[in-house]
């Protein structure tokens, strides 16, 4: 599809990414997460939800035009951008094909903002160069987000998504490289992923791995 613009902006700053802005440039996704809020009506994410994907196919030049400064009236606020969220993932299975997400955070790199990455992906490994270049005059931080960090529990609720432990050992490459890693502990699964042992061995696991930071949240249902 053609979309007629790319960044989400907000009135009040997300206090979960530091961000006035927001991107995404899937909607739908091969993940397939159970409790997927993109599953919802609400959302009008077009086809089988987890089987179709909709690609913004014209997102790098709307993008362009959206952050180049000359193009506006008023500066943009200070804050990260944030990759991600909404009902795709931006590192899910076709980004490998169509790029968008290594080529908006070029943008982004060019016109010298930061950056807040939130996927459940280990492919955003790929994109280390340019994120560790926009980490160095601006600032990045890649997220990760995690229901748990059982392997069980992640193959049933998470089919289509690398095993905890894999995206473990993604942030301690971005760690290693000097870039803030926080966990995404969301949603905690009624009944399934709220077990004191469990958010516990999380905790462990994020200390672990030095995590700079986690946020908790329960499942929306929409
Ligand atoms: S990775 Fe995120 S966007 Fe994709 S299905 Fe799972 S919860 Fe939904």
Not at 86 to 103: I, N
Not at 108 to 116: D, F, Q, R
Not at 179 to 184: K, Q
Request: proline share 5%.
């Amino acid at each position: 599809m053609r979309a007629k613009s790319i960044l989400r902006k907000s009135r009040k700053i997300d206090s979960w990414f530091i961000s006035y802005y927001g991107m995404n440039h899937y909607r739908g996704c091969l993940h397939g997460c159970v409790y997927c809020d993109g599953r919802s009506e609400k959302y009008n994410v077009e086809g089988e939800f987890g089987k179709d994907i909709t690609v913004k196919i014209n997102a790098i030049e709307i993008l362009n035009r959206e952050l180049n400064p000359r193009r506006k009236r008023k500066p943009m606020r200070r804050s990260y951008i944030m990759l991600g969220g909404g009902v795709g993932d931006s590192y899910q299975p076709v980004e490998k094909k169509y790029q968008l997400s290594r080529k908006a955070m070029n943008l982004v790199n060019n016109y010298n903002l930061p950056v807040h990455i939130l996927t459940k992906s280990t492919l955003v490994e790929r994109d280390i160069d340019i994120i560790k270049e926009i980490n160095e005059k601006n600032r990045a931080i890649v997220s990760f987000s995690f229901s748990s960090v059982s392997k069980e529990i992640s193959s049933i609720f998470e089919p289509g998504v690398p095993a905890p432990e894999e995206r473990l050992e993604t942030m301690k490459l971005f760690k290693k490289e000097g870039i803030a890693c926080g966990m995404f502990l969301i949603p905690v699964i009624p009944y399934i992923t709220d077990k004191p042992e469990l958010i516990e061995d999380a905790v462990r696991k994020a200390k672990q791995y030095r995590v700079d930071f986690i946020l908790f949240s329960g499942m929306t249902l929409k």
